[in-house]
């Protein structure tokens, strides 16, 4: 069974740009979830999808940040207009079942976002 | 304000020692508590899990255990291996009834294993 994907492993823009970050879940999952670790800090959550819909987008940091999950199958982050402070590795995650002891999150492996 | 806090912050052990990490947590009410191994360049893995009835729960050689008393965990690691060199993440699910499912995560302990 194939991991949680992500696209690209890195990339490097310069203040101003836009990036677009690609995660494709485990197949069957409904639950997707956003996460972002910031060099020195802990691993923050951004967001959490169910199937298409947004479930809780309390971590986004601000609106220059979009996550859409089309189709409810993979789901892009996008990054309008790029700040420094945005530098940093994307998570992403799917479950089965979100919440409680059924729900165990698999990781991808990051995308190292490096904003110039 | 849900905190994860983690000691030590780095780790250098010889290969076929043991060593315990700690994870102090504030976050309540709690659901859950995980271990996580993040090996270098890939995305976290979960160790084990255990929710606030259970004191200990073991994976192999690594042994966690849980004090929700005193929000205290964990995780203890057998015989090392250099394959154990990893950062080790504690994470905790805050109850939540509004089906928010926000996982609060430690910075992480970097553990070196050395032959």
């Known amino acids: 069974e194939a991991g949680v994907t992500q696209f690209p492993s890195h990339s490097v823009i310069e203040k101003g740009q836009t990036v677009t970050l690609r995660c494709d879940p485990i197949?069957?999952?409904?639950?997707l979830y956003w996460y972002r670790r910031v060099m020195g800090k802990e691993i923050k959550f951004l967001l959490h999808?169910?199937?298409?819909?947004?479930?809780?987008e309390s971590g986004m940091p601000n609106n220059r940040f979009l996550a859409e999950r089309t189709g409810g199958t993979y789901s892009t982050l996008k990054v309008q207009p790029a700040e420094l402070e945005d530098s940093g590795v994307y998570f992403c995650?799917?479950?089965?079942?979100?919440?409680?002891?059924?729900?165990?999150?698999?990781f991808g492996p990051g995308t190292r976002l490096t904003v110039l | 304000k849900n905190q994860v806090e983690q000691s030590p912050q780095s780790l250098i052990i010889l290969e076929g020692k043991n060593c315990t990490l700690q994870?102090?947590?504030?976050?309540?009410?709690?659901?859950?508590l995980r271990w996580y191994k993040q090996d270098t360049g890939r995305g976290p893995v979960s160790l084990t899990i255990?929710?606030?009835?259970?004191n200990t729960k073991s994976n192999g050689r690594y042994t966690a255990t849980l004090d929700a008393d005193t929000k205290q965990s964990s995780l203890h690691i057998t015989a090392s291996q250099l394959s154990d060199s990893a950062s080790y993440i504690c994470?905790?699910?805050?109850?939540?009834?509004?089906?928010?499912?926000?996982?609060?995560f430690g910075k992480g302990t970097k553990l070196s294993v050395i032959p």
């Open positions: 995650a799917s479950s089965q079942v979100p919440g409680g002891l059924g729900d165990t999150q698999y």
């Open positions: 197949s069957g999952h409904d639950n």
């Open positions: 999808f169910v199937k298409e819909s947004k479930q809780d």
């Open positions: 994870c102090n947590y504030t976050v309540s009410p709690f659901s859950n």
């Open positions: 255990m929710t606030f009835s259970e």
């Open positions: 994470v905790v699910t805050p109850y939540s009834g509004a089906g928010s499912y926000q996982l609060t």
